[in-house]
């Protein structure tokens, strides 16, 4: 499908009919999502396609039980993390080596800068010091422009969820570009999802996907945009 | 463009060519941009396409000068709000009743239960008494699923920032299918870039932008993505 003729095809669809979504649909678009655009190549996302029935039905309920949950065909959950760095990071540098160097920016950028950005305890202590820090650095603001962040957790997580949204783009419109639909859901109960796929401190979940075929009036209203010259600003 | 090979296309291109963006090109982009999936239809984005040479100039020097930036034919800031969430607000409701009717479901989500979401101070004192009443309410968590936030400034802006970058990579892709290329850079100096562009504390900056047409060798590495098996997950 064309790609404009997908963002116009694209709106959040609430009841699905029973119509399968095939397996191999399922995975390009999954496939099609971790090729978006992410912060410094770490992929901090995760998507859990979630297929054992019991884990659904638990799914739907975290979801309040709402028709995009409960009509769904088929149910993701996207993840934010800022914990998979380390393991992506040495990934990274070991294609490099594998390609035969290791120029030293990046060998500087992966080994000392991504570390400073991604270390954090879960009280946030780290934060705490790397703000101490930052005062200092900060002085150097006044000459010249300087990197301002992410310094605390929250920060970081920020930065991830932001990367993993990217993703979620390419998925719910890979689907669209197949003939299914999704609706992104905000409304759960984050803690008790995440207690389901075992997810620690340093997990967010971004959004969760209800995915199938749009019944009619499965869109509850016409599709409503504020004036573009409210939000796209030439300056 | 097919969608699918757009998303095969699009990479993060570092140099670009001397060949102008048209602006129409950059119009329909930026159109496309705002059809992105978002968070209660609240549209928190903003998009700043950079047209005065002198302010051009200064966004470059505050993304440390780096190629992308130096070398883009047009540049786009992307911005996140939380405080244009009550006119857009009133512009749905309004919406809502020059259709007929408010539904008693939407004027309670969007007069009650949004504003609890969204309203904040600048220190985040709002914050802490949303936190202290929390406390109460995840009571009722024990027994039934319930909505965990967003309740921190801090969330909200993650929640935001999550929206925003929807449409960051609707935007890329449009590029795409366009025949153009970007590179959305997170290394840049925000408080100055806030300040160019006067954005008060209820701003974050998403990305900055450097679109043009890709110069040989404008993509520096081949693409590397970790294993899908250890980011998609069948559970």
């Given amino acids: 499908m064309d790609f404009f003729d997908a963002v116009n095809k694209r ?4 009841r699905f009919t029973d119509t399968p979504v095939p397996e191999s649909v399922m995975r390009k678009c ?3 999502s971790v090729l978006a655009a992410n912060s410094s190549n770490l992929q901090p996302w995760e998507f859990y396609w979630i ?3 019991e884990k659904k039905k638990k799914i739907v309920k975290r979801c309040f039980s709402q028709n995009a949950a409960k009509t769904a065909k088929e149910i993701v959950v996207s993840v934010s ?3 998979t760095w380390k393991r992506n990071r040495n990934m990274i540098i070991e294609e490099h ?3 035969g160097k290791l120029h030293p920016l990046v060998d500087k950028y992966y080994n000392t800068l991504i570390p400073l950005a ?3 305890d879960r009280f946030g202590i780290f934060g705490i010091f790397k703000r101490i820090f930052y005062i200092f650095f900060s002085i150097v603001g006044f000459f010249r422009p300087i990197q301002r962040g992410p310094i605390y957790k929250h920060q970081l997580f920020e930065s991830v ?3 993993t949204a990217l993703a979620c783009q390419n998925f719910m419109m890979a689907l669209v570009a197949e003939g299914f639909d999704s609706c992104p859901m905000e409304g759960f109960d984050e803690k008790k999802v995440k207690k389901l796929l075992n997810l620690n401190w340093q997990c967010h979940v971004v959004m969760i996907f209800g995915i199938g075929e749009a019944e009619e009036g499965g869109v509850y209203a016409e599709r409503f945009r504020i004036d573009d010259d409210l939000v796209i600003k030439e300056v």
Same sequence: chains 1, 2.
């Fill in 11 to 14: 709106r959040s669809v609430r």
């Fill in 30 to 32: 999954l496939k099609a």
């Fill in 51 to 53: 297929r054992d029935e």
């Fill in 81 to 83: 993390r800022i914990d």
């Fill in 97 to 99: 080596l594998k390609k």
């Fill in 118 to 120: 991604y270390t954090h």
């Fill in 161 to 163: 969820t932001k990367t």
